[in-house]
């Protein structure tokens, strides 16, 4: 399997530029996660999808930030608009159904840059 | 919500030596799953062991191995014979039984492995 992958891996953009990061799980898998990763606050979980809809959106900062699930095989994490600090790696993972000790498969990350 | 705990920012391990990575939680729940995963500069998040909180055996993956006290809500992670590529951040993690697939993540030990 070539695990999940994310497009783009480097991102880098204006203020007040509209982002998109993309995220395709691994197939199979039924339940897709979305964290943004920074030195100040760690990993933290934004919003995670369960069989294409969105379970807990807590975590997703304001409403400049969404996240849509259209089908099993693809998830988009949108911001617009763009604003500084929200400068951090994205990631997206992906689990398997169940709920015994089922791991979180991560992918390789969105470096997103906004000057 | 659970919180998991990480005091230890960084340490540093020589080569071929021992070192042991604390992580504590706080949770009222009496069944759940634990994890330790470590993300190396390249960022990628790999699982490196994960333990179930009802089984009493501490897991061991090769030269990785936990100290799971369930009483004391403590999952250390030990490496033995350290290895320049251990370097990284390692991440502890928990996950319940009951509700659902959300992680929830330490902020990181940031391992140094000196030649």
């Known amino acids: 399997d070539a695990g999940v992958i994310q497009s783009p891996r480097h991102e880098v953009t204006e203020m007040g530029q509209e982002v998109t990061l993309r995220c395709k799980p691994i197939?199979?898998?039924?339940?897709l996660f979305w964290y943004r990763q920074t030195m100040m606050r760690g990993l933290e979980l934004l919003i995670y999808f369960n069989n294409n809809v969105p379970i807990d959106d807590s975590g997703m900062p304001e409403d400049r930030f969404s996240a849509k699930m259209p089908n099993a095989s693809f998830s988009t994490l949108k911001i617009q608009p763009s604003e500084p600090r929200d400068s951090a790696v994205y990631f997206c993972?992906?689990?398997?159904?169940?709920?015994?000790?089922?791991?979180?498969?991560f992918g390789p990350g969105t470096r997103l840059t906004v000057l | 919500a659970q919180t998991v705990t990480q005091s230890q920012p960084e340490m540093s391990v020589q080569e071929a030596e021992t070192v042991t990575l604390s992580c504590t939680y706080d949770?009222?729940?009496?069944?759940?799953?634990l994890f330790w995963y470590k993300q190396p500069p390249s960022r990628q998040m790999i699982l490196v062991i994960r333990?179930?909180?009802?089984?009493?055996q501490n897991a061991t993956e090769n030269r990785f191995s936990v100290n799971f006290q369930k009483a004391a809500k403590s999952f250390s992670l030990k490496i033995s014979d350290s290895q320049l590529g251990d370097a990284a951040m390692y991440f502890c993690?928990?996950?319940?039984?009951?509700?659902?697939?959300?992680?929830?993540f330490g902020t990181g030990t940031s391992l140094t492995v000196i030649p």
């Open positions: 949770t009222s729940e009496s069944d759940y799953y």
């Open positions: 197939s199979g898998h039924d339940y």
């Open positions: 333990q179930e909180a009802y089984k009493q």
């Open positions: 993690a928990y996950r319940s039984a009951y509700t659902g697939n959300q992680f929830y």
């Open positions: 993972a992906s689990s398997p159904p169940g709920w015994r000790d089922n791991e979180q498969f």
